[in-house]
């Protein structure tokens, strides 16, 4: 069996979605939306207020275990059928409670289903009538998924709610206690949302304690992923010197042992081997993973004799093993660079151990990360983030992957997001407006409906 059947194989074993229906989201919309397993990319589009990022919402919400989200969308069923012919159901039952003052559901009745499993039921408090004021965010229901938000008097619906406060939502707003078999669903799929605000870090800024939300610096996300990059390699160097330290230093005596296998490599064979290291070596320079300088190969003369192929066949199989350590991250540095620099106009993109992203002028000149456009930098986060912020397997959740970016890069967007698919093995969603987008690929896409009446 070749690796890439191998890959095949390992993939369709593993528990993937294959469709995904909601029941009355908004009390107007039943949608059903199955995903193009073979090509792992599915794309959904509507008019606005069809619901296509309240799905993605809904999604990210169930798999990453925030109850409080999946409280907050009104819906009356979310169904998902797996490849394995098991299916997961989330059905809400709102529970109305009248308050002192007016009738508002102060509580939602939550049920869980799934294939073979017994019913669990749990109550998750929908937005609290008052909170501390250090986590407050709005004081009243004015209307049923209507509420008012004190500091700026606005009425907020429950998507501005989550669109502004996604990941704010105090935890005394959930009360729940999941059973095993619900856990072990939500671990089957890891599951990454990649929203349309992505060029500031909100997750950083709302650690900050003691600070009001409004008050609190925004952080480029740009900076951190940087910072983040340039941590990675920093770390795979550490594991290159270590392993190099410890090969170096048994050299002598692996070579030398009378006891170790003796080498019957061709010698054309062996300047193949050292010819493809010098190769790799280059490219991982030209990568930013290692220093500029320094050779694999050397001058051998016209012959190597039997003792010279002894020791090369050694040095050859521990350097293999020394570049190895960069395989992987050279693979999705290597494809981020490739993107980018094919966009990219008048400027090119290089890997840098201790800056991270560094960006040189077609004038030879130091571009700062924060005079990129708008389009820059949004595609640089998002096929970062597809590259280096998710794991094997993974739903990934893009919602309007076109925001700023020029018609020809929308064009593009797609086929650049297969060679990621193929190389991360991770299956995508993607909610966009943009035909561009599409494209030539409107095999891949699902369309949400209007309500029957």
Not at 64 to 79: A, K, T
Not at 195 to 223: G, H
Not at 320 to 325: F, N, R, W
Request: aromatic share 8%; net charge negative.
């Amino acid at each position: 069996m070749t690796r890439k059947m191998a890959q095949e194989t390992a993939t369709e074993k593993k528990k993937r979605i294959k469709q995904i229906s909601v029941t009355n989201l908004f009390g107007i919309f039943n949608h059903t939306i199955p995903l193009h397993l073979e090509d792992r990319i599915t794309i959904i589009h509507g008019p606005n207020g069809f619901g296509k990022t309240m799905i993605l919402k809904l999604l990210d919400a169930l798999f990453s275990r925030d109850n409080s989200i999946l409280s907050m969308i009104p819906f009356d069923e979310f169904c998902i059928d797996f490849n394995d012919n098991t299916t997961f159901s989330l059905k809400k039952v709102i529970k109305n409670q009248k308050s002192e003052m007016e009738e508002i559901p102060n509580f939602h009745q939550v049920t869980f289903y799934a294939t073979d499993e017994q019913p669990f039921s749990t109550l998750l408090r929908s937005m609290p009538l008052s909170m501390t004021r250090q986590k407050m965010i709005v004081s009243h229901s004015v209307a049923r998924d209507v509420w008012l938000h004190l500091p700026s008097g606005e009425l907020l619906s429950v998507e501005d709610i989550i669109a502004r406060y996604n990941g704010r939502i105090p935890k005394e707003v959930v009360q729940v206690k999941e059973p095993t078999w619900l856990t072990e669903i939500r671990k089957a799929i890891p599951a990454h949302l990649i929203e349309t605000q992505r060029l500031v870090d909100v997750a950083s800024a709302t650690k900050q304690e003691n600070v009001e939300f409004e008050k609190q610096p925004l952080i480029p996300t740009l900076r951190i992923y940087s910072e983040e990059l340039a941590g990675m390699v920093k770390t795979k160097l550490a594991e290159y010197a270590s392993l190099s330290q410890s090969l170096d230093r048994t050299f002598p005596e692996r070579v030398f042992n009378p006891n170790s296998k003796q080498t019957h490599t061709d010698e054309n064979e062996l300047r193949r081997q050292l010819e493809a290291l010098e190769e790799q070596h280059l490219r991982l320079m030209s990568a930013g993973l290692l220093d500029q300088g320094g050779r694999t190969t050397f001058a051998l003369g016209d012959h190597i004799d039997e003792s010279k192929k002894s020791m090369l066949s050694v040095y050859i199989e521990d350097t293999e093993k020394k570049l190895s350590v960069f395989d992987n991250l050279f693979k999705k540095i290597h494809l981020l660079t490739e993107i980018v620099n094919k966009r990219f106009l008048y400027k090119e993109l290089t890997i840098d151990k201790e800056r991270g992203f560094a960006f040189t002028t077609s004038k030879n000149t130091t571009l700062p990360l924060e005079n990129l456009s708008s389009g820059e930098q949004h595609e640089l986060v998002l096929f970062y983030e597809l590259l280096f912020k998710v794991a094997p397997g993974s739903l990934i959740l893009i919602d309007e992957p076109e925001l700023s970016l020029h018609i020809v890069w929308q064009k593009q967007f797609l086929q650049d997001v297969q060679k990621v698919t193929q190389l991360s093995d991770i299956d995508i969603l993607i909610a966009t407006h943009s035909p561009s987008i599409i494209h030539n690929r409107w095999d891949l896409t699902v369309g949400l409906e209007e309500p029957d009446n």
